[in-house]
């Protein structure tokens, strides 16, 4: 296994080049304010001009899907500072930050946006969602969420392979030797059982692992 760090000048890409995309990668290129963004944009139309075929599985389609739902919010959270206008209704919105407690309400109110990654989003939206009262709240979110997640596989033609019971195996393995997290290890088994030949990742929790039949792009 060998980590191959952005431009990836060295490297002849071609359509038999199989290709599974990790999920930060999907959400730099979707947003333009994200540090990677440029980068991830420039990769991709590598990738497409030499026509290789680009894959997710199920969890990077689970997780993009989370944190599209979570960004559109937070997004919201900030409309009145960035002076734009939101994708919920502002009633919504309070109504939502209602259900958060005192301390979270505290840090979005005093806009410690140092302190966002502190907040438990999916915690909160799983909450409001199990409710028949609230879950209207959030209706929008998820329309949206996979509204966009449509628009990015039909633009990237991405094709998808799925979890099985060999590649879950694999995956405990991967988890055991290298302590690995469950969904980093699922990407890379997922990837070696399916013979894809790259990881394409800002991830750096694979770039000291040698023993996989997959090498890394790294961004």
Known sequence: MKTFNYPFENIKFNRHTKILVDTCFLLSLLYDKDPKNNECILTFKKLLASECKLFVNDIVTAEFINQIQKKMFVNDLKFK??????????????????????????????????????????????????????????????????????????????KYVTINKESIDLAKEFMKKFMLSVNDAYHLACAEYNGINYLLTLDCDFEEIREANIDILKI
Request: net charge positive.
């Open 81 to 158: 500072w960035d002076k734009t206008e939101p994708i919920n209704t502002r009633p919504n919105i309070n109504l939502i930050i209602a259900c958060f407690n005192k301390n979270d309400r505290r840090i979005i109110k005093e806009r410690r946006l140092e302190k966002f990654h502190y907040i438990p989003f999916n915690k909160y939206f799983y909450n409001i969602a199990k409710n028949s009262w609230k879950r209207d709240l959030l209706k929008v979110y998820y329309e949206k969420a996979v509204e966009m997640h449509t628009q990015i596989e039909q633009a990237m033609h991405l």
